[in-house]
């Protein structure tokens, strides 16, 4: 612990848990102070490895976030953990019930866990999930398991927080295997298929390896996704197999009994090696930095613009009684606000 | 889209103590999400150094305590004391349970801010929350 007139920067690089929880709060709530903390955290990081876990309500995110705490915990590696759950749009609240599954962690100093809330914001993380990332890193965390909210499809931001990202499906849900279609397959660098024990495993995982394979097979032809084009701008491979091909292996588990967690911990670890070996993680931590500043960039501008609305054209709540009236013009009011700016 | 500085409070539901259902603490932390509050629920068979630990890394303004077994009485008080050990004895306790009403004082005395009866009503829970537990200091 460090002495009473420590800083808060301080205080949380030293791991002090209140001071770091506090810091949290402070960031989710956005209070500005905590804004400044977070820039000196900010410029001299950790050294954490930040792993998602994404996948459908009640697949066992929480319980194989538990099974994984505990697998690191064995090999000596202190861990930070990020639960996000849903706000109820309609009264601002939420129940945060992942750490009911992670209850064997409880006492374990060298476990964090925390649960926010979206607090209204879209895309599977919160406003202030980065940030929490970022201070568990500068706690000194090794590892970092952040578990996405897994309502909808459109969960992508854990792409641009986390190094790796494990995405979990349960065996018999046809339905699943389409979501997993849409859009999950680009964001998985693993795939879970949990409760193993039931029946129909074999078969998720079948599905799973034909979607994958046809990926692969209209990558050779042209059509390839983000992250190979980049690999292959770099090292000037036409081919995207000796750029680095990452093939998302697909691991069974049964998250309850602890069984198929070393092979899901070891895939994961193959990953991270690819990704050192492949130059793939500064890259992702570029794409990090780029979704950070555009969010913060997004939010100034949003902030300036609806200043200057109220200052210069009118009240948002009367502007938007006269749009809704159809007295005004949305576009033309927007036009008029921008070439203001 | 205003930054507005509004802290939402956060408050911990657990079940300490060994007695097996939680349909009580589940119905509050429900009625406490639809009033508004962020609640960390953490399940049953909590001890009160667990709990206190999940209070202090979840920053909560209170903690809520449902217990059925008949050991409030030592119950309250260690997790009153766990929160002390943790530095984090700004955190209002309050609960409710079978608890004679004998009892309440010696409670109160050790450090539980509020005592709920099983015939109160959530919405009796959620004023008083409302009106004594604040967001706590910017500073920990
Ligand atoms: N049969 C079976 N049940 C599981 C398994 N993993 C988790 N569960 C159960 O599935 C339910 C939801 O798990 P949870 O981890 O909360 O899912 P989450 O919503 O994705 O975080 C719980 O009742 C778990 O006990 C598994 O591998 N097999
Ligand atoms: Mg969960």
Known sequence: MTGKGATVVERVRAGDIRAAARLMRNLDDGIPGARAVLRELFARPGHALVVGLTGPPGAGKSSLTDRLIAYHRKAGRTVGVVAVDPTSPFTGGAILGDRVRMQDHALDPGVFIRSLATRGHLGGLSRATSDVVTVLDSMGKDVILVETVGVGQDEVEIVELAHTVVVVSIPGMGDEVQAIKAGVLEIADVFAVNKADREGADRTVKDLQMMLDLRRTTATRGGLDHDSVHRMTRTGSEDPHEAGWWEPPIVKTVATRDEGMVELAEAVERHRLHLDRTGERKLREVARARATFLTILRDRLMQGALNRLAEEVGHLDELAARIAARSADPYELADELARRL | ?140
């Open chain 2, 1 to 140: 889209m205003s930054q507005k500085n509004e802290r939402t409070l956060r408050i911990l539901v657990a079940k300490p103590g060994l007695d097996g259902h939680d349909r009580g603490a589940k119905i509050v932390a429900r009625a406490l999400r639809d009033a508004g509050f962020e609640v960390i629920y953490t399940g049953l068979h909590q001890t009160p150094e667990m709990i206190a630990a999940a209070a202090v890394q979840e920053d909560v303004d209170g903690v809520g305590l449902s217990i059925m077994s008949g050991a409030h009485l030592t119950l309250f008080p260690a997790v009153v004391d766990a929160l002390k050990e943790r530095g984090a004895s700004d955190v209002t306790v309050f609960g409710g349970g079978i608890i004679p009403q004998d009892d309440i004082p010696k409670l109160k005395e050790s450090g539980v801010s509020q005592v709920f009866l099983p015939g109160a009503t959530t919405q009796s829970i959620v004023d008083w929350i409302r009106g004594n537990v604040k967001p706590r200091a910017e500073v920990a």
